[in-house]
């Protein structure tokens, strides 16, 4: 398992790595309609190709395969991070969630802080953070569940 920067090829993999963790997932914790707003079937290509460009993610590759994605910003938000759906608890979100946190250190981030999902909340949990405060927030017109939580380093 490496971890590595983000390519413009990793696009597609990237969106269907998303798309398929939520509905194979997180579908766990949420209904099909909250599943369906948060990684609707027609993605658009060009809005990922420009946010993750600008996000940078770090991605998580296993014998040439994308297998988890996260985004550091400079404030210390934890933005998305996604671990394919065939690959749960085999260690890649702690393993990548290490690289987030000592790319943090090295760039002087003493603070992450994220809005995990009732799926994700217990890893986070489980890796040091604190949940700050429930919250509802609104996407496409349907309303989720997720919780701010953070960890100073």
């Excluded at 990793?10 to 914790?29: G, P, R, S």
Aim: proline content about 3%; overall charge negative.
């Amino acid at each position: 398992m490496i971890i590595r920067e983000y390519k413009l090829s990793d696009t597609k993999a990237i969106m269907k790595l998303f798309y398929d963790t939520i509905h194979e997932i997180n579908i766990c914790d949420y209904t099909q309609e909250q599943v369906d707003a948060w990684a609707p079937e027609s993605m658009d290509y060009e809005v990922w190709q420009k946010r993750l460009q600008a996000k940078l993610p770090y991605i998580v590759e296993n014998n040439d395969e994308i297998v988890g994605f996260g985004e550091l910003e400079p404030d210390g938000h934890i933005d998305c991070f996604y671990c394919h759906s065939k690959y749960q608890r085999k260690g890649i979100g702690s393993k990548l969630l290490s690289h987030i946190e000592d790319t943090a250190k090295l760039e002087g981030i003493k603070w992450l802080y994220t809005e995990a999902s009732i799926t994700a909340k217990p890893f986070f949990e489980n890796k040091g953070f604190s949940v700050v405060r429930e919250q509802q927030v609104e996407l496409r017109g349907i309303w989720f569940q997720n919780y701010v939580m953070e960890k100073y380093l």
